[in-house]
């Protein structure tokens, strides 16, 4: 056996893009690679303009939430953080009436650290800032492999809580939203890069399968301790009927029976789990597995079904 193995080196950012706004914005701007941004931040992002104005200023890459309509600003910087940037951040942010703003930075002080985690304390829930750390790396003469990681980040619990803390939440409403803050944590930890929706008070958290013909939803009924997962078909009946002709094969993927449900508008296939109490913490993380493993599988199977209808139209 050859047990010899390769060395990893880290590559000068300029060398891979020598001009911010030519070469790097360009490259973020491919969706392959605002994808790796969206698996790192957790947040679906849709490429809305490159270069977009802001008075006699310019934002490298305006985009917005894919689900939400956020409007998200993206500033980059292939050097140390500087106060300049800092400044055009907020900018760029004001300008564009931003949900999210992200920061992509060769290496962050600990002033500008602090700054990023001051705003993201002050500022209410419409508002997340995220600082990202972007590095090149090599193995031996391989081609470079670019990483995004997470510097800074909102801590989406306290935020929404202190948004809605005015509204008077009741229990209930507070175990909702702790159950989607924990489970989207949850999925992030294993690497789950679907759970990109900012957790809220309701009985739902919704999962984009790349089309906005449907999504999935992932629900919870504390009532009757039953959680699902379900795809969410708005106002489309010829895709329902579509996959419904496909009923055993789908359900042969999945594993079991789904219930298929018909309204006048909107239409589902849904999956539920019973017995779930949301209140037994010591196996609240068995709920967990089991909506993200059927997350993932309802992504699979009906992001490539819905993919094929609209190809056949």
Known sequence: MNNKLGKLSRADLREIWKNEEYDFSTWLAEEENLSLLSDEVGISIKLLEKEAGVGRYSLDILAEEEGTGRKIIIENQLENTNHDHLGKIITYAAGH??????????DISEEHRSGID?????TGEDVLFFGVKL???KINDSAPAPKFQVICRPNEWAKVVKHVSDKD????ELQK??????LKSYALDKKITLFRQTPSPQHWYNITIGSSEAHLGLTINTRENLIGCEL????NKPLFEFLK???KAIEDQLGGKLEWIEAKKACRIVQRKEDADLD???????????????AVAFHKVFSQLVKQYKDEQ
Do not use: H, P, R
């Not at 001051?118 to 002050?122: F, I, T």
């Open 97 to 106: 009436d931003a949900g999210i703003v992200i920061w992509i930075f060769k």
């Open 118 to 122: 001051w705003l993201n304390e002050k």
């Open 135 to 137: 590095e090149v790396w």
């Open 169 to 172: 939440l009741g229990k209930t």
């Open 177 to 182: 939203l702790d159950y989607w803050t924990k």
């Open 232 to 235: 969410y078909i708005n106002n």
């Open 245 to 247: 002709n496909q009923q």
């Open 280 to 294: 037994d913490e010591k196996n609240i993380s068995l709920l967990f597995d089991w909506m993200i493993e059927k």
